[in-house]
C-alpha cells in the first residue's frame, strides 16, 4: 500500500515552454500532496503544499505564478512550469499523505527529472 | 535556521556490522520523527517512525531511538547490507501542527561488501 506515482518520470523541453508533472496516490486518497525539488547533492527543499479543493500553500521564494499547483481530487495533484527556463532543471518529487493516517508520514512518489534546454 | 541536522555527511560500514545515523533537532515542538532512504534519481521512501512518546521503535533490522532530552535520534540498521547503501534523511514534524515536515540534509550511507 501506500503508493504514489508521478508522470513523467523525465521531461526534456525548450525554453518557454511549459511542463505539467502529475502526483497520483494509488491506493489511498490524499487531501494534502506536497511538491519539493532537489538540486543536485541537496536535500529536498519544499515548494508548497497543495490541498485538495484550495489554493495551493507556497513557501518563502516560491514564485506561485511560476508553479502553478491544482489539486482537483484526493488523489490527484498537478504541477505546471509555465515558461520553463534552463535554471528550472531540476528533480521534483511529490508526496501525499494518507488523509485516514494518525500520523504525518508522507509517501512520496518517484520523481520527474525535468531538463529546460 | 536549520531545525534538522544531520551532522555527517556520510558513512562507510562493512557489510554485517552497524550502522548509526544521527540526527538532533532544535524545535523543542517536534513529536515525531521520521526516517526515508532515497537512491538516486528516485523518491524517498519511508522506512521507520517513532513518536516521541517512545524512546525506541524497531522493524526488523531497523530501529529508530529517541533521547528527547537531548533532542537527538538515531537509526541503527543491524547488520547493513549492501543494498542499504543510499543518503539517509532524518525529517520532524509536530503532531497537530502544520503538516509539513522538516528535513535534514541528508546523510550518504555505503556498506561495503
Known amino acids: 500500500g501506500a503508493v504514489v506515482s508521478q508522470h513523467p518520470s523525465w521531461v526534456i523541453c525548450k525554453s518557454g515552454t511549459s511542463v505539467k508533472i502529475e502526483c497520483r496516490s494509488l491506493?489511498?486518497?490524499?487531501?494534502?500532496m506536497f511538491w519539493y525539488r532537489q538540486f543536485p547533492k541537496q536535500s529536498l527543499m519544499l515548494m508548497a503544499t497543495s490541498n485538495e479543493g484550495s489554493k495551493a500553500t507556497y513557501e518563502q521564494g516560491v514564485e506561485k505564478d511560476k508553479f502553478l499547483i491544482n489539486h482537483a481530487s484526493l488523489t490527484l495533484s498537478t504541477l505546471t512550469v509555465t515558461s520553463a527556463h534552463p535554471e528550472d532543471s531540476s528533480f521534483y518529487i511529490c508526496s501525499a499523505r494518507d488523509r485516514l493516517a494518525v500520523y504525518n508520514e508522507q509517501f512520496f512518489g518517484p520523481g520527474t527529472r525535468l531538463t529546460v534546454l | 535556521d536549520q531545525q534538522v541536522k544531520q551532522n555527517s555527511p556520510s558513512l562507510s560500514v562493512q557489510e554485517g556490522r552497524i550502522s548509526i545515523l544521527n540526527c538532533d533537532y532544535t524545535n523543542s515542538m517536534f513529536d515525531y520523527f521520521l526516517w526515508y532512504k532515497k537512491y538516486p534519481a528516485e523518491g524517498p521512501t519511508f522506512l521507520i517512525s517513532?513518536?516521541?512518546?517512545?524512546d525506541k521503535n524497531e522493524d526488523g533490522r531497523f530501529t529508530v531511538f529517541l533521547n528527547k532530552s537531548a533532542k537527538h535520534l538515531s537509526l541503527h540498521i543491524v547488520p547493513s547490507q549492501p543494498g542499504d547503501s543510499a543518503v539517509y534523511f532524518c525529517a520532524a514534524n509536530t503532531q497537530g501542527g502544520s503538516e509539513k515536515l522538516v528535513f535534514g540534509k541528508g546523510m550518504k550511507l555505503t556498506v561495503n561488501p
Open positions: 517513532i513518536s516521541s512518546i517512545k
Open positions: 491506493d489511498f486518497q490524499a487531501t494534502t
